[in-house]
């Protein structure tokens, strides 16, 4: 049982640049998160999805964009990537959630580490 | 920003020893969440407390609520090398900067 798989791991890429980072969970969640966490300043929301065919903001949405595929697929894109936006991504599920005032236990992939030249 | 505030930021203590963190929170909550995160991996959920409750134990896990207060703890006691992590509270989504705990043989 994998749980919550991020894709890729690390990545490099230039200013201006785009790219997409995939998660996956296959515990049959019905709501997704992602976050960015930077050193000292904890874990912040990006976007969620309480459920499939839905998306949200959180507290730091300017320059990604979200897409729920399907309900095991949430992906985040960066569509002009900014040094601002070097951090370690991670994604989360949760099984029953009415997005920010869920009352269920998260589960975490083991996070992308980005960096922006 | 709703994000609670844990204390200490950082602790370090010996295996055996009991370690307690504190997290303070500004908003009125439906439950207050705990997490740990091991170096270069995420986020494992630890325990649960409802607003409702005021203390729950998990193994040598003990989290404590005080709602008039805003305030929580985690105690973790006979603390073991394997205990070296940091630790976060979580409310509604929004998580604190969290204290990283060195457990040193």
């Known amino acids: 049982n994998a749980g919550v798989t991020q894709t890729p791991k690390f990545q490099v890429l230039k200013t201006g640049q785009s790219m997409t980072l995939q998660c996956a969970q296959d515990?049959?969640?019905?709501?997704m998160y992602w976050y960015r966490q930077d050193p000292g300043m904890g874990l912040r929301l990006i976007y969620y999805?309480?459920?499939?065919?839905?998306?949200d903001k959180g507290e730091v949405p300017n320059g990604y964009n979200v897409s729920r595929l399907n309900k095991r697929e949430f992906s985040l894109r960066l569509e002009s990537a900014a040094p601002s936006q070097t951090s370690v991504y991670f994604c989360?599920?949760?099984?029953?959630?009415?997005?920010?005032?869920?009352?269920?236990?998260?589960?975490f992939g083991d996070g992308t580490r980005l960096s922006i030249l | 920003s709703q994000q609670g505030e844990e204390d200490p930021q950082a602790l370090s203590i010996q295996e055996g020893e009991n370690a307690t963190m504190n997290c303070s929170y500004k908003t009125s909550i439906n439950n207050l969440q705990w997490y740990r995160q091991n170096s270069g991996r995420g986020l494992v959920h630890l325990i649960l407390i409802r607003s409702n409750e005021r203390e729950k134990h998990s193994g040598r896990l003990r989290v404590t609520l005080d709602t008039s207060k805003k305030s929580s703890s985690l105690l973790i006691t006979a603390s073991r090398a394997a205990d070296t992590a940091s630790y976060f509270c979580v409310n509604a989504l929004n998580f604190g900067k969290g204290t990283s705990l060195l457990v040193t043989p």
């Open positions: 515990m049959n969640h019905n709501s």
């Open positions: 999805s309480a459920s499939e065919g839905t998306t």
């Open positions: 989360a599920s949760s099984e029953l959630g009415t997005g920010a005032h869920s009352n269920q236990p998260q589960h």
